[in-house]
């Protein structure tokens, strides 16, 4: 089991200048002034309500649409299958009213206040377009904010900016070399009540620059980047070692598609732990379960190599890897439950080429032969470990 820790390179903040690995990183502040030209060019302006401006879309409820409970809602999915958002209502300004939210005049966010006759406008001469991403508390303080894409002029990122109508503030986040960038996920994860924003960011060669993750609490960058990785596959941001908080556990795509790594993100720690084995041609993350009873998930990953196939289990919390191969079958995960009454699932598991079943009792580091896949009290036979079958624990 090849485990490699990789460091984050953390941003540092001074005043509104921000240093990524060595690279500089323009912040802007708003002015609680309506309409008054600043520095930055961020402009928010408080402008009679034009009915022309007010569109008729179907209200996007963020937090059933696209939010779910353990994982900011975007629990496996790629960058390209997120939801567009086009209009949402929030409490912004933390007054205990929902705004209305929605992009007007192309490149502009408007704020609709609940009895007000005029919008909060924010807007940049250098927007082009922008996309509405997120609504979320990212500060920890009343009200939430809202999270958009601008691209420039010239088609590149011009910033994933967080704007604080409570404040009037637009935070702006983008390193050199940041040519375009996504966002898959916002969520908390280090249990200090302010989502953290996850992006993936590529140069102008489409390399993948880094996995990031804002923290706009304390206007801060972590990045986490290697050669070999070239875009991210499924993610879950889910407890897989036991202790406060979650990590963000990514399936890393090389530039043939093939399984690079599974990577489990300590943000909190600001460390990255990478998993593979040399002989995972191909793989994928199967799903996220307890497989032994202790606390923190493990991750099932499925593979292909030219010697065997088989299914590996990750133990994050012990940093090592069960290895189940079968040397001349397919295995297929039929079943994932409890069928021996102790702590921790099991998996069932079909060899089609041997027309069988065989039962992983990871805790045990077990493998039997089953009739089906159901409770052991129930077999006809007891189980015995099949032929064929080997297990290496790293």
Same mark, same amino acid.
């Given at each position: 089991?090849?485990?490699?820790?990789?460091?984050?390179?953390?941003?540092?903040?001074?005043?509104?200048?921000?240093?990524l690995a060595g690279s500089s990183l323009t912040g802007c502040n708003q002015s609680d002034a309506p309409s008054q030209n600043l520095p930055n060019?961020?402009?928010?302006?408080?402008?009679?309500?034009?009915?022309?401006?007010?569109?008729?879309?179907?209200?996007?409820?963020?937090?059933?649409?696209?939010?779910?409970?353990?994982?900011?809602?975007?629990?496996?999915?790629?960058?390209?299958?997120?939801?567009?958002?086009?209009?949402?209502?929030?409490?912004?300004?933390?007054?205990?009213?929902?705004?209305?939210?929605?992009?007007?005049?192309? @490149?502009?966010?408007?704020?609709?206040?609940?009895?007000?006759?005029?919008?909060?406008?924010?807007?940049?001469?250098?927007?082009?377009?922008?996309?509405?991403?997120?609504?979320?508390?990212?500060?920890?303080? @009343?009200?939430?904010?809202?999270?958009?894409?601008?691209?420039?002029?010239?088609?590149?990122?011009?910033?994933?900016?967080?704007?604080?109508?409570?404040?009037?503030?637009?935070?702006?986040?983008?390193?050199a070399g940041w040519h375009t960038a996504s966002i898959f996920a916002t969520t908390d994860i280090d249990g200090d009540k302010a989502a953290e924003?996850?992006?993936?960011?590529?140069?102008?060669?489409?390399?993948?620059?880094?996995?990031?993750?804002?923290?706009?609490?304390?206007?801060?960058?972590?990045?986490?980047?290697?050669?070999?990785?070239?875009?991210?596959?499924?993610?879950?941001?889910?407890?897989?070692?036991?202790?406060?908080?979650?990590?963000?556990?990514?399936?890393?795509?090389?530039?043939?598609?093939?399984?690079?790594?599974?990577?489990?993100?300590?943000?909190?720690?600001?460390?990255?732990?990478?998993?593979?084995?040399?002989?995972?041609?191909?793989? @994928?993350?199967?799903?996220?379960?307890?497989?032994?009873?202790?606390?923190?998930?493990?991750?099932?990953?499925?593979?292909?190599?030219?010697?065997?196939?088989?299914?590996?289990?990750?133990?994050?919390?012990?940093?090592?890897?069960?290895?189940?191969?079968?040397?001349?079958?397919?295995?297929?995960?039929?079943?994932?439950?409890?069928?021996?009454?102790?702590?921790?699932?099991?998996?069932?598991?079909?060899?089609?080429?041997?027309?069988?079943?065989?039962?992983?009792?990871?805790?045990?580091?077990?493998?039997?032969?089953?009739?089906?896949?159901?409770?052991?009290?129930?077999?006809?036979?007891?189980?015995?470990?099949?032929?064929?079958?080997?297990?290496?624990?790293?």
């Amino acid at each position: 089991m090849s485990l490699v820790l990789l460091p984050a390179v953390p941003s540092i903040v001074v005043g509104f200048l921000f240093i990524l690995a060595g690279s500089s990183l323009t912040g802007c502040n708003q002015s609680d002034a309506p309409s008054q030209n600043l520095p930055n060019q961020y402009q928010a302006a408080g402008l009679p309500l034009d009915p022309v401006e007010t569109p008729e879309f179907l209200i996007a409820d963020w937090q059933e649409s696209v939010s779910g409970e353990n994982s900011g809602g975007l629990a496996g999915l790629a960058p390209h299958e997120r939801p567009e958002i086009a209009y949402f209502q929030a409490d912004t300004d933390g007054d205990g009213s929902q705004e209305e939210v929605y992009l007007c005049r192309s @490149a502009r966010v408007c704020i609709k206040h609940d009895g007000l006759s005029s919008l909060s406008i924010y807007s940049n001469p250098n927007w082009q377009t922008v996309s509405l991403v997120a609504v979320h508390d990212t500060d920890g303080e @009343a009200g939430s904010e809202i999270i958009v894409v601008a691209i420039s002029k010239d088609a590149s990122l011009a910033c994933i900016c967080v704007i604080h109508e409570r404040t009037g503030a637009v935070e702006s986040y983008r390193a050199a070399g940041w040519h375009t960038a996504s966002i898959f996920a916002t969520t908390d994860i280090d249990g200090d009540k302010a989502a953290e924003v996850f992006i993936l960011a590529r140069d102008n060669q489409d390399a993948l620059q880094c996995i990031c993750v804002i923290h706009d609490r304390e206007r801060t960058i972590h990045t986490y980047h290697s050669p070999i990785w070239s875009t991210l596959g499924s993610y879950y941001i889910e407890d897989a070692d036991g202790r406060p908080g979650k990590e963000l556990i990514v399936e890393i795509r090389d530039r043939t598609n093939g399984l690079a790594c599974v990577c489990i993100i300590h943000d909190q720690n600001e460390q990255a732990k990478i998993y593979n084995e040399s002989h995972w041609h191909s793989g @994928a993350v199967n799903q996220l379960v307890d497989t032994d009873g202790q606390p923190g998930m493990e991750i099932v990953v499925s593979y292909t190599s030219e010697s065997a196939n088989g299914i590996a289990v990750i133990h994050d919390r012990e940093e090592s890897i069960s290895d189940y191969s079968f040397s001349g079958d397919n295995p297929t995960i039929q079943q994932v439950a409890d069928f021996d009454s102790a702590k921790g699932a099991e998996l069932c598991v079909l060899l089609a080429n041997r027309d069988a079943l065989v039962l992983i009792a990871d805790r045990t580091h077990e493998q039997m032969s089953v009739e089906a896949c159901g409770p052991l009290a129930d077999q006809d036979q007891l189980p015995h470990k099949p032929s064929g079958l080997t297990l290496g624990r790293s």
